[in-house]
């Protein structure tokens, strides 16, 4: 049974869908980002970035437990565990796994500020709001370019960098998008969000999220806790 460690936002929802997917029985520990449970020793012994997600597989290639964070290397590791949604030939490897690399060095990073400026940062500070909008807006043109010559975004068969990506563009509203811009991403989009796999994968905690605008929240995430030497 692989243990989870995990919270209802993008990152965690990646390993959530790919768990269904897979159709691997985990079990699953709420790691409350809004309440500084990301900071409890026993989590950063498994997560030393303090970020969810992380999981503990007891039973790794060496037949030992394994422990894992960054959702890019967890998605590889369950690709690899269980021979699914990653090619196996090395040229169809490397095309899926650059845009993996995109997702996780570009799409969570960038809406990530997205999202804080636009809708957590406690005063509007137009040039940052304009900055990431304005990048948002041309990561959404580079999917919905490669998505009008390519069936998903890591080439012909659906697989991790969709399940990546997919999670992020759910709060496309709150990214100042406009999906009559990008009709090739917004195609795929609707297709990967009917999957029962990731229906499922999108509930998981999701009765636990609150918004993160309270005050705790908001000093737990973007105050002074977060930049404690630990
Ligand atoms: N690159 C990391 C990012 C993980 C991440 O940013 N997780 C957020 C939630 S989506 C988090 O745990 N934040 C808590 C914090 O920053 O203290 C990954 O993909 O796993």
């Known amino acids: 049974m692989i243990e989870v460690y995990s919270w209802a936002t993008p990152n965690g929802h990646k390993v959530h869908i790919m768990l269904e997917e897979c159709g691997i029985p985990y079990r699953v520990h709420a790691v409350d980002i809004g309440a500084g449970d990301q900071f409890r020793p026993e989590f950063l012994a498994i997560s030393p970035n ?15 437990a ?10 590889v590791y369950l690709a690899g565990k269980t021979g699914r949604f990653l090619p196996e030939d090395l ?10 690399m995109f997702q996780m060095g570009g799409i969570g990073p960038m809406l990530g500020q ?6 957590y940062a406690p005063e509007k500070i137009p ?3 304009e900055r990431y909008t304005n990048e948002a807006h ?5 999917m919905n370019k490669r998505l009008a010559k390519s069936r998903y975004l890591g080439g012909a068969d659906y697989g991790i960098a969709d399940i990546a990506t997919f999670p992020w563009l ?8 406009d999906w009559a811009d990008h009709p090739h991403l917004k195609g795929w989009f609707d297709e990967i969000a009917a999957r029962p796999a990731v229906r499922r994968g999108v509930e998981v905690l999701a009765d636990r999220r609150k918004p993160l605008v309270d005050d705790q929240a908001r000093e737990v995430l973007f105050g002074k806790t977060q930049y404690t030497a630990r």
């Not at 709060?171 to 100042?176: A, D, P, V």
């Open 50 to 64: 303090n970020k969810i997600p992380a999981i503990v597989d007891p039973d790794g290639p060496d037949g030992k």
């Open 66 to 75: 394994i422990s894992l964070f960054e959702s890019g290397a967890i998605l």
């Open 91 to 100: 040229r169809g490897r490397f095309e899926a796994l650059q845009w993996l």
């Open 114 to 119: 997205a999202h804080h400026f636009r809708i």
């Open 127 to 129: 040039y940052a709001v």
């Open 138 to 142: 041309r990561l959404y043109g580079v």
């Open 170 to 177: 759910r709060s496309w509203k709150n990214q100042g998008i």
